[in-house]
């Protein structure tokens, strides 16, 4: 009988193996280029958000990344590279922890008209949000350089005076000194939208944020006037941070882009017809920079589109549906929707974030997806695994190679990636690591290395999030 079982054990398994290189693979053409330094930028020398001409009809935003900032600027491109990796651990796990919070707590109980536009930036190290862009706080506007974060609603700023503040680069924002700066009052519909709002003597509203990494923000609750380079946008609900704590190095505050009451796409919406789309280029790159544009103009022609889904208790992030993926032309069987459903009470699903960096899978559809990923690159060398990727290359001294095809399906859309933002450097020696990873937890992220020269359209006015290839140009 024993004989029998494995008899039978060994057919499926070559049956298996059978159907899944049945056709011929599909394969696209990588150049390889070693992890570069990152360009030279510097805090003081950005100023594009405030000197460059905008049409008030158009709001758009130069955005940068931090490892162009980071205090460790100097260090080697290695080990830049394992900081941003360790922000990045730190930001999955902050994301799954909002999730897992919630449902605990649950349990419980052209541009056309009206268009603006800014650029973006990535690059702070606290696992908050990977992007920043600089923008005018108050009348007359203050330029300082804000997170933008897709993953967290509230837009707060560090104020004066401040009991407790980290270090930033430009001055604090000092509220008595706009014109425009209103706080608001502690019966104020505005002030009951935060999820746990407070009240001073003075009864003015009180708001706090914590973040899963520890970093939080509290002080008053209050509406301003902000300014993307000529482009004012008046009566936006601002948090006025008296005491803040985190590794929010350089940066003043924080830009809310998810789906929730308070952030800045749903208070604003109504100025930019609830569309906007940023297009994300590799940190490294000299040109080309990384952009945002809020308004119909986000929208991009040749975008594929998948329809967000809700979940019902929490409102914040970007949910999708991923039906599957496809490696070397073939979809990996074993990567079937049901490991990414979204269920009635807000457990697993898909999000997509502009802060986490490498696309985290649940473990199942990871260890499938690498998998098939190495039996389809057998051509090329093994290296040894590098920080949170346990599927490395030596590809060292090659001027090109050959990889399989990766697309994601998503409902409605397939997103056919590029060679480059799958399998990406991570020393100068010609290591190459396939940028996925596995994750414990439910939730499934779709990474900024993954969204990288996509266009990604956050049209909320559709319920629906696009991808258009060759969007940076």
């Known amino acids: 009988m024993d004989g029998k079982r494995l008899s039978i054990l060994i057919l499926l398994s070559v049956s298996t193996i059978s159907v899944s290189f049945s056709a011929p693979l599909q394969y696209q053409t990588l150049i390889p280029t070693s992890l570069p330094s990152p360009q030279t930028l510097s805090w003081a020398t950005q100023q594009e958000s405030e000197s460059e001409p905008e049409s008030e009809s158009i709001l758009s935003l130069n955005l940068h990344h931090v490892d162009n900032f980071s205090p460790a600027f100097n260090s080697s491109p290695e080990s830049l590279f ?16 909002i999730a897992a919070v919630t449902r605990a707590n649950a349990s419980g109980k052209a541009r056309g008209a009206g268009d603006f536009s800014s650029s973006i930036t990535s690059g702070l190290a606290q696992g908050s949000g990977e992007y920043f862009t600089r923008i005018g706080i108050g009348t007359p506007p203050k330029y300082v350089y804000m997170v933008l974060d897709t993953g967290s609603d509230v837009v707060w700023v560090q104020c004066s005076p401040c009991r407790k503040c980290y270090s930033q680069t430009d001055p604090l924002f000092d509220p008595k000194r706009s014109s425009s700066f209103l706080g608001v009052s502690c019966v104020s519909p505005l002030c009951r939208r935060l999820d746990s709002p407070g009240c001073n003597s003075r009864k003015k509203c009180l708001y706090q944020v914590s973040y899963g990494d520890g970093s939080f923000t509290v002080g008053e609750f209050s509406t301003e006037t902000l300014t993307f380079r000529k482009t004012r946008v008046g009566n936006v609900a601002l948090g006025c941070g008296h005491d803040n704590e985190g590794l929010f190095i350089g940066a003043a505050g924080l830009l809310g882009l998810g789906r929730g009451k308070l952030s800045f796409p749903t208070q604003a919406g109504s100025r930019f017809g609830r ?3 940023y297009c994300l280029v590799d940190r490294s790159a000299s040109s080309n920079p990384s952009s945002m544009v ?7 022609r040749n975008a594929v589109y998948t329809p967000l889904l809700t979940n019902p208790k929490l409102d914040t992030f970007y949910y999708v549906g991923l039906n599957g ?62 920080s949170l990727f346990d599927t490395c290359f030596d590809l060292s001294g090659k001027t090109e190679v050959k990889v399989p095809t990766v697309v994601l399906h998503f409902e409605g859309a397939d997103v056919s990636l590029p060679a480059s933002n799958y399998l990406i450097p991570v020393d100068t020696n010609g290591k190459f690591c396939f940028a996925f990873a596995g994750t414990m937890s439910g939730l499934s992220i779709i990474g900024n290395i993954q969204q ?15 991808f258009a290839p060759r969007g940076c140009v």
């Open 275 to 277: 569309k906007f789309s």
């Open 452 to 466: 990288q020269s996509f266009r990604v359209v956050f049209d909320l006015a559709g319920n629906r999030v696009g």
């Open 294 to 300: 809020f308004g119909e103009s986000a929208a991009s």
């Open 82 to 97: 394992k900081l941003r990796l360790r922000r990045d651990a730190v930001r999955a796990k902050t994301l799954s922890t």
């Open 325 to 386: 993926i496809s490696v070397g032309g073939t979809r990996v069987p074993a990567i079937t929707a049901s490991l990414f459903k979204l269920d009635p009470i807000g457990n697993g699903g898909v999000i997509v974030d502009s802060g986490t960096s490498v696309t985290r899978l649940t473990r199942p559809a990871y260890v499938a997806l690498r998998d098939a990923f190495v039996a389809g690159a057998a051509n090329l060398k093994r290296a040894s695994e590098f």
